[in-house]
């Protein structure tokens, strides 16, 4: 699937702005055919845009159930096919259009297309989606509701409940709807579908770009690809899987975000551009070569959110998100825990940026209250899901040069026995699907072997890993308060993941301290901004003191919203900035660790 264009040959608009909205607990929607009319009652929502933060019913924040959106539109008089593109409709879809149903997907956050030729009326079209919110144990992420005798401390005392008491193990607001553009696509009958890129190396230096189209209508002619250089001059052309090879190839790389225009053609029928880079990646014991060069990850986790959108896609947040990272010297991210928007992985392509990749598997565990990895829980039939998304994440995104990595999940609880059989058959299908054969990974909260762990919680999805990740807390979660315990425990654990993997570097992919911003306190004490910014000082001087370790990305860029709960101060507030995108102390920190370069690094290893 290709991402929206217009062009010559194309049309692209985008079916965002004002919906009508309703939410359905009772699910009667079906029934009552509100996909032929509106129900009364429906209120305005925009879209891109999470319905959840829109209106100050405490019941629609915390929603899990049925909601609908409704809205008309007119089909251009161009082009010989169409289709509809949803970007994410979180998570569950059903589509309807003019009162029938065309289709429906469970994608989440990655996009779907549903073909609509000779559907469409002249003049106004009705299209209705009706969202399921929740999540089960076959969604990625997984999700469930507590039975009313887990969920009140007095079953017999309790108010009227609006909605399901939900439950979920990761940490962000189950934001639900139309996160992303809805677009209506006008294309030609006989059109290019999809792109598979592999690099072309010479050793360590890329030389260029191998390209296949896959296209759809009869008697496609063959394809046809050239390079063109910034200034518009073709580099180099070929036919499907001919090397693309520029005479003199550059480069990208986050100091040098070099890009190429790839042009595709069909014959007189389609044609697409597609901005491209020439990279290499490799990874080695000790490091993690960009084009034959170590790079050191500095950076943060990240997440799509903002006030009143919550996880829908807005355009202003992601300039100032990738923006804010490349002015502090950040030279990559991890998109956790989902796949993006599209446009942040071309923002990136065109800022520099290095993107770790991550599926929306976040949640797969229970902090051992029960096992996860079970029949009738993360099952074969998750296992079979789980591996789509892979699959669709890597087809839309390998095309990238930025992207350098995939993380196939945050945090499971792959200490449990079943979870070997799950990450090896996770890691067979994430190398068959990648073209361009970048390193895969899981970020463990898992422990690797050694005597101060329990034998339970050891890792058995790490030996599947090309690079370590791991995430940890120490001074916040464990030992609270404790900043004299960072790194005595820090460099323990390090050392353990590196006895028990020699051949594989280690990035440190969560570490940090909530601070709530403008509390203070010398000496420093939890949820101050002092706090958090000696707890970022003394990882990362721990870090510079183990040659193994290739990287470090904070927890989180920005303060995000959360469900409600005892650690949590309207949301998790380990952002380095707050939402509202305005620096911490921690983020001056960083900013000036991140622009020294690498010297400083080098000399503390020495
Ligand atoms: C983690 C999770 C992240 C949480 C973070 C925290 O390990 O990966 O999603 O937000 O900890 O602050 O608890």
């Not at 390209?211 to 180099?236: F, Q, T």
């Not at 970048?438 to 599947?464: C, D, E, K, N, W």
Request: hydrophobic content about 35%.
């Amino acid at each position: 699937m290709l991402y929206p264009q217009t062009n010559s040959k194309r049309l692209a608009i985008r079916l965002d702005g004002i919906w009508q909205f309703r939410k359905d607990p009772s699910d009667v929607g079906r029934r009552e055919n509100w996909a032929s009319r509106p129900p009364p009652g429906t209120i305005p929502m925009p879209v891109p845009g999470a319905f959840n933060e829109m209106t100050a019913d405490a019941s629609l924040r915390d929603y899990w159930g049925v909601v609908w959106y409704f809205r008309e539109f007119e089909p251009p008089a161009a082009g010989s096919c169409h289709l509809l593109r949803f970007g994410a409709a979180v998570y569950h879809a059903e589509i309807f259009l003019n009162g029938e149903k065309i289709g429906e997907e469970h994608l989440g956050k990655l996009p779907f297309e549903i073909d609509v030729t000779g559907r469409l009326r002249d003049g106004s079209n009705l299209l209705a989606v009706r969202i399921d919110t929740s999540l089960s144990w076959q969604t990625i992420p997984p999700g469930t509701v507590k039975a009313p005798a887990d969920s009140w401390s007095t079953p017999d005392l309790h108010g009227p409940e609006e909605t399901p008491r939900a439950e979920y193990h990761f940490d962000f607001l189950n934001y639900g709807g139309l996160l992303r553009s809805v677009w209506l696509l006008a294309l030609p009958e006989t059109r290019i579908e999809a792109l598979r890129i592999e690099t072309v190396a010479e050793g360590d230096k890329p030389a260029g770009l191998k390209v296949r189209a896959s296209a759809c209508g009869e008697g496609a002619p063959a394809p046809a690809y050239r390079l063109l250089a910034p200034g518009g001059e073709c580099v180099a052309s070929g036919a499907d899987g001919d090397p693309l090879l520029p005479a003199d190839p550059l480069p990208w790389s986050p100091d040098s975000p070099q890009l190429y225009t790839l042009e595709v053609t069909l014959g007189e029928s389609d044609r697409y551009t597609l901005a491209v880079g020439l990279r290499t990646v490799r990874v080695t014991p000790d490091a993690f070569l960009l084009n034959g060069e170590p790079v050191y990850f500095q950076g943060c986790g990240l997440h799509e959110d903002f006030h009143l959108v919550g996880q829908g896609h807005s355009d202003a947040r992601l300039v100032k998100d990738l923006t804010l990272l490349k002015n502090m010297g950040a030279n990559s991210f991890r998109t956790s825990h989902y796949p993006y928007d599209e446009t942040a992985y071309q923002l990136a392509d065109r800022l520099g940026l290095l993107v770790i990749d991550e599926t929306p598997a976040v949640g797969l565990n229970a902090w051992d209250a029960y096992p996860v990895f079970a029949e009738g829980r993360l099952d074969a039939a998750t296992l079979a899901h789980h591996c789509r998304v892979i699959e669709r994440m890597i087809a839309r995104d390998h095309v990238h040069p930025s992207v350098v990595m995939w993380s196939l999940a945050n945090e499971p609880a792959c200490h449990e026995p079943a979870a070997e059989d799950y990450f090896r058959a996770l890691f067979e299908c994430c190398r068959a699907a990648d073209p361009q054969g970048l390193p895969a990974t899981v970020v463990q909260s898992s422990t690797p072997p050694g005597p101060h762990y329990s034998p339970g919680h050891h890792s058995r999805s790490a030996q599947f890993c090309d690079v370590i990740l791991w995430n940890r807390y120490y001074g916040w979660y464990q030992d609270c308060g404790r900043l004299g315990d960072i790194a005595p425990q820090l460099e323990y654990e390090a050392r353990a993941w590196r006895a028990a993997f020699p051949q594989k570097p280690l990035v440190l992919a969560e570490f940090g301290a909530d601070a709530v911003a403008g509390l203070h306190a010398d000496p420093p004490v939890m949820f101050s901004e002092e706090y958090q910014m000696e707890t970022a000082r003394l990882y990362c001087e721990q870090l510079d003191r183990l040659p193994f370790v290739i990287g470090e990305h904070i927890w989180n860029l920005c303060d995000f919203m959360t469900k409600q709960g005892l650690t949590r101060v309207i949301g998790n507030r380990k952002g380095i900035h707050t939402r509202d995108r305005q620096p911490k102390m921690s983020a001056h920190y960083l900013k000036s660790r991140w622009t020294a370069g690498p010297s400083a690094r080098t000399s503390a290893r020495e």
